[in-house]
């Protein structure tokens, strides 16, 4: 078993199960929309799902049916990360995300303009 993170982190990605981790097994890099948790080092301790702001992280057996490609998707990071993120722009385009709805970056991500009167 281990835990997952599924879409809502995409463009969220603020790091709070990070913090937490005991055992650092969660990764992204900059160029990365998502974290994942690394299912070989997981110790399925659970501290990481109350601090995401977005309810974004399930153990696996938990994870709802429309976020299980997400299983696969964590997993296939730690081996392919391109191909990771390429499954992550399939299952939630750029163009029409909504999920983090109300994120800064998610709108920007959705094509909002970016207007910013104080700069
Ligand atoms: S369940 Fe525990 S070990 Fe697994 S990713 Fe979350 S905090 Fe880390
Ligand atoms: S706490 Fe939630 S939104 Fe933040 S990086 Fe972790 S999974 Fe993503």
Redesign the pocket.
């Known amino acids: 078993m281990t835990y997952v993170?599924t879409e809502?982190?995409i463009d969220?990605?603020?790091?709070?199960?990070?913090e937490v981790c005991p055992v650092d097994c969660?990764h992204a890099s900059e160029d990365d929309r998502?974290?994942y948790i690394d299912p070989d080092e997981c110790i399925d301790c659970g501290a990481?799902v109350d601090?995401?702001?977005?309810d974004?992280?399930y153990a696996e057996e938990d994870v709802p049916p429309d976020q299980q490609p997400y299983i696969e998707v964590n997993r296939l990071y730690f081996h392919d990360p391109a191909a990771a993120r390429r499954r992550v722009a399939q299952l939630c385009p750029r163009a029409t995300a909504g999920v983090g709805a109300g994120h800064p970056a998610a709108a920007e991500a959705a094509g909002s303009p970016a207007i910013m009167p104080e700069a």
Do not use: Q
Request: hydrophobic share 50%.
């Open positions: 993170i809502r982190c969220v990605k603020d790091a709070s199960c990070v969660i998502m974290f990481c601090p995401c702001p977005v974004a992280i």
